[in-house]
């Protein structure tokens, strides 16, 4: 099985061969990408208004996100998560609304994504989502520091050797990034963090969805986003509301193999960029 | 007058919804710890519950150690029959000079002092400094995982509350960002010693202030250029782990003001329950 570390490596021998990247390589990526139906057009789309159908551009995205060992171990792990995603969201769901509102409103929820999951195959808004997720990627090639120890500590809470310090390690995860700014949402953060650890042992309980364990700071950020704007718009922030959003969220970020696979690629490699020893310790050593 | 009267109030209420959630014997345990008049039975508690709490970080290094290379061997007498606790620590020489120090603190009359890689400024005396809302935060994330029904929670309550530490201590500071991980495990480790034991489980939240003290010391650390590994994170956080636990004046005015933040100033909704 590809897990955390082995991603790593690839992907670590991938980008340190530097090479140069041009428009022959970029047209590929876009060929490739216009077999995938309805994407296509907007992918197109968006590689345009992003400038990638002009020549080579600087800057680390294309390496990180465009090259085509990125898409290929994407693909390995889409491969691989297809078969069990629509297992897994109202599993998560359910272990959600149990954590955060009790065992009615986790029944709820995942009696609600049990329903829906015919709907979501043939859902629109899908093209809205994959555009959000696109410019969250491209933000993300700068990552600040923040998320990216988050998405370190998700790391670290996916290969954990025992369940409770993977907890631990996924509860600082989500921590780190749930926004702290708006009182209703703060006041939300015990209950956010008692889903995820519920969820973490959810995901952990089988090998194959181990490494999604790394989609928790992502739909911890994107709860929490979602929260700010509820709050920010007078609406009541309770834990019921608290439950849907980051239930929503979470079957968000696994209803499409290549989304869940791309967000957990993502997370190995942003988090591995801090996993690395403190630049002043190692100015020492090569004294 | 009318701002006494309010923390009265408060007060009042805090102690009410606490005795309608909390069991009789936790509500005792947190009085007794907080409490001057009651550090002569709290320090037999600590007496147990320090050593338990090192060894579970010490347990981080058993493996890498042969077995017999280094071996220290204690003899703790602890009173109270609930506490399991062995006698003997092999692993790395830091943890095993920690306990043999707590050993004869406890035993003798003095206060326990030892030396480690710790600044005394790292622990403040806080009495009257006010917190941030990160801190209230952690305080409420410590409480949380000191109430929790389940051992795994409350250990993602305490990792939780590492990162709004973090957040407290330095909003930008990446050096604070780069010591968080390695901090977390060896204090998840000494959580899990303390949660066991419903005695022990309230100085779960002297944990932000342990917390705390080590990342600042890690911090210094990275600033000076001198490496932070997972060895050197557990051993600050065990001498943190001592310098609090092993005192129990300290400990008691730990556990002091964390109840004096929670209780005032989080808006986690306890007063209002209790009003209901």
Redesign the interface.
């Known amino acids: 099985m590809l897990d955390g570390e082995t991603l790593q490596q690839e992907l670590t021998n991938e980008f340190e061969s530097e090479f140069e990247y041009e428009f022959q390589n970029e047209y590929e990526v876009q060929h490739e990408y216009e077999g995938e139906e309805f994407l296509g057009g907007l992918i197109g789309g968006a590689m345009n208004a992003l400038g990638l159908g002009e020549g080579e551009y600087e800057g680390e995205y294309e390496g990180e996100y465009e090259s085509e060992a990125f898409l290929n171990t994407v693909r390995r792990l889409a491969g691989r998560f297809k078969p069990i995603l629509p297992k897994v969201i109202p599993h998560a769901t359910r272990l959600i609304g149990n954590a955060i509102g009790g065992p009615q409103l986790g029944a709820a929820l995942g009696q609600m994504m049990r329903e829906s999951e015919y709907e979501f195959e043939y859902e629109t808004a899908g093209q809205l989502e994959f555009e959000g997720e696109w410019s969250g990627e491209f933000e993300s090639a700068a990552t600040p ?2 998320e990216a ?1 988050a998405e ?2 998700a790391g ?1 809470a996916a290969k954990a050797q025992n ?3 993977a ?6 995860a ?3 990034v749930l926004p ?1 700014k708006a ?1 209703a949402v ?2 939300q ?2 209950a956010i ?2 889903a ?3 969820l ?2 959810g995901l952990r309980q089988n090998q194959t969805t181990r490494p999604l364990v790394r989609i928790l700071p992502t739909v911890a950020m994107r709860t929490g986003q979602v929260l700010t704007q509820k709050a920010a718009q007078g609406q009541p922030i309770t834990r019921p509301v608290v439950a849907q959003v980051m239930a929503a969220q979470t079957r968000k970020a696994l209803k499409n193999p290549m989304t869940a696979a791309r967000i957990v690629a993502s997370s190995a490699k942003v988090g591995q960029k ?2 690395q ?2 630049p ?2 190692r ?2 050593v090569r004294g | 007058m009318y701002q006494y009267e309010l923390e009265t109030l408060d007060r009042e209420l805090e102690s009410e919804f606490e005795s309608a959630v909390l069991g009789e014997s936790d509500r005792a345990y947190e009085y007794e710890y907080e409490s001057e008049e009651f550090l002569p039975l709290l320090a037999p508690i600590l007496k147990a519950a320090a050593p338990m709490a090192i060894q579970a970080i010490g347990g981080l290094f058993r493996r890498r150690r042969r077995r017999g290379q280094r071996e220290f061997e204690m003899e703790y007498e602890t009173p109270l029959n609930e506490f399991e606790l062995e006698g003997e620590y092999e692993g790395d020489p830091f943890i095993g000079n920690l306990l043999r120090g707590l050993g004869s603190a406890f035993g003798g009359d003095g206060e326990f002092e030892y030396e480690f890689e710790q600044h005394p400024e790292a622990l403040p005396e806080f009495e009257t400094a006010p917190a941030s809302e990160y801190e209230v935060m952690a305080e409420h994330l410590a409480h949380m995982a000191a109430n929790s029904q389940s051992e795994a929670e409350a250990e993602a309550f305490i990792g939780a509350l590492i990162p709004m530490v973090a957040r407290g201590l330095s909003a930008a500071a990446p050096v604070i960002s780069r010591v968080v991980p390695q901090v977390i495990r060896p204090l998840a480790q000494a959580g899990r010693a303390l949660l066991q034991n419903p005695q022990t489980r309230p100085l779960v939240r002297t944990f932000p202030t342990i917390a705390r003290s080590s990342m600042a010391t890690l911090a210094q650390r990275v600033a000076k250029g001198q490496p932070v590994n997972a060895r050197v994170a557990a051993r600050t956080v065990a001498g943190n782990v001592a310098q609090v636990l092993g005192n129990p004046r300290r400990a008691s005015a730990v556990m002091k003001r964390s109840r004096q933040i929670h209780s005032r100033q989080c808006t986690c909704g306890a007063r209002k329950r209790a009003r209901v």
């Open positions: 520091q923040m120890i370190a500590l670290a369940e409770a310090e907890e631990a390690f996924a509860g600082a989500v921590t780190r702290t009182a703060q006041k953060i015990p963090v008692k995820t650890a519920q973490t042992r801090v996993t020893p403190a002043a310790a100015k020492k």
